[in-house]
Each structure stands twice: as C-alpha cells, then as structure tokens.
Nanobody, 116 residues
C-alpha cells in the first residue's frame, strides 16, 4: 500500500503562483509514476502532469509552459509548481501514484482556487 498526503493548496489571484507538495509513504519501492490530477466542479477528473521513475514528464496541453512537475526521490515527494494561474485552473488537485503493476493510489486532495 502507498499513502499520499498533499499540501500547498489555497486561494490566489489570477497570474499568481502556488506550489503543491505530495509526500508518499508505505510501499515506496512499488511506485513507478507520480502525478497530479485535478477535478473542477461539474467536470471529470483530468491529468495535469505526471513524472515516471525513468523517462519524460507528461503535461496536459492546458498547463504546458506554466506548470512544472518534479520529483525528489530521496524525500519520496512530488511537487507541482504552478505559475500564471488562471481561474480555469480552479479545482481539487489530487496526488496520484501508479505502481509498476498499474495499481493506482490517491491522496485526499487539496483545493486550489484562482480568483479573477
């Protein structure tokens, strides 16, 4: 089992920045991909960014050039630096871990609200 705990959400004005953190614990060795998803009110959960153990990162088109995902393996933590935030970035952001066996784990979510 993998446990994920997010932090760093909040309220910010359009054009501002936030940094999300997600600390993983438990069966760390089983994690391949770490990522961030978000869910806006009335919409389905969507992938924001993902970073594999080895390989290239993946971003949603809507956040390319504004968001950066990074991973500190020593701290078992994944970060999401969000710059130039827009109201459409508002939602609950969920940390995700995908194991080598394609099992998904989720954090509890952290609210990000961008005011115009």
């Amino acid at each position: 089992q993998v446990q994920l705990v997010e932090s760093g959400g909040g309220l910010v004005q359009a054009g501002g920045s936030l940094r999300l953190s997600c600390a993983a614990s438990g069966s760390i060795f089983s994690i391949n991909v770490l990522g961030w998803y978000r869910q806006a009110p009335g919409k389905e959960r969507e992938l924001v960014a993902a970073i594999p153990h080895v390989g290239t990162t993946n971003y949603a088109d809507s956040v390319k050039g504004r968001f950066t995902i990074s991973r500190d393996s020593g701290k078992n933590t994944v970060y999401l630096q969000m710059n130039s935030l827009q109201p459409e970035d508002t939602g609950i952001y969920y940390c995700n871990a995908r194991s080598w066996g394609d099992k998904y784990y989720w954090g509890q979510g952290t609210q990000v609200t961008v005011s115009s």
